[in-house]
């Protein structure tokens, strides 16, 4: 959605009840264009049409309204990477995959709600909603990697489930963050975002250990074959995040 500066039609949603929006909106706009930092709480009332002091009617400060476009990215993300996951059908590496996918896909459709995330510096564990949401998001890497790590082949040495999350968590929004917001000052890759993201992740997974050939079968622990057998696995891990 576009908010033009006109006071009249501002206004106009003001009286409608629609000032919340309004701002929230406006904010958007200035972090797409100036980043999470870049602008005030009066130039987010000045882009939405209204007084200084109209935003204190739904924010306290500039910090509030920060966190509350935050939160409802958190919320568009999870729900993005749930879907993404569909509880690891057809198998845990196919559906790990497309979390990847979907984590850099976000943060290339949503620079704006991707700033406010996670560039704004706002403290998450001072708003018990945002930091909610924020775990709610993460805990779907956190089920992927549990899954994944069952895949190990037994007496595989590994990280706990928690640490291999924030592992690729990290590989992933390294990727995003560098290279798939489309920023100007990015440097020129020989590979899509994705590519670079599932090479370091196999790299990673195999580090460790782990088979990293996708079934034929399409079924994960149901016919691993016994240790020391060829491994006809899972495979080539997803193409991005957490």
């Not at 009249?8 to 919340?20: D, I, M, Q, V």
């Not at 510096?121 to 018990?128: F, Q, T």
């Not at 924020?134 to 890497?141: T, Y």
């Amino acid at each position: 959605m576009s908010w033009r500066k006109e006071q009249g039609r501002a206004e106009r949603g003001y009286h409608h009840g629609n000032l919340k929006e309004a701002l929230l909106q406006a904010a958007l706009g200035l972090i797409a264009e100036k980043g999470a930092a870049g602008f005030t709480f009066a130039d987010a009332a000045r882009m939405a049409g209204v007084s200084p002091a109209a935003p204190y009617r739904h924010f306290r400060d500039r910090d509030e309204l920060l966190s509350s476009i935050a939160q409802r990215g958190f919320e568009q993300f999870e729900a993005l990477l749930t879907q993404a996951w569909d509880d690891g059908r057809p198998d845990t590496v196919t559906a790990f995959e497309r979390v990847g996918k979907a984590y850099l896909a976000f943060a290339r459709a949503e620079p704006a709600y991707y700033s406010a995330m996670f560039e704004s510096g706002l403290p998450v564990d001072l708003n018990p909603n945002l930091l909610a949401a924020s775990e709610r998001a993460f805990a779907v890497i956190r089920a992927a990697a549990e899954r994944l790590a069952a895949l190990a082949p037994p007496g595989t040495p590994r990280p706990p489930a928690l640490m291999m999350a924030l592992h690729i968590w990290s590989m992933s929004h390294g990727v995003a963050s560098l290279f798939a917001r489309g920023d100007a000052a990015r440097r020129k890759l020989p590979m899509s975002a994705e590519d670079l993201l599932e090479a370091e992740v196999l790299i990673y997974l195999r580090g460790l250990g782990f088979p990293t050939e996708r079934r034929a079968s399409g079924q994960d622990a149901a016919d691993k074959k016994p240790a020391g057998a060829p491994s006809g696995q899972p495979s080539g891990p997803w193409g991005t995040p957490k």
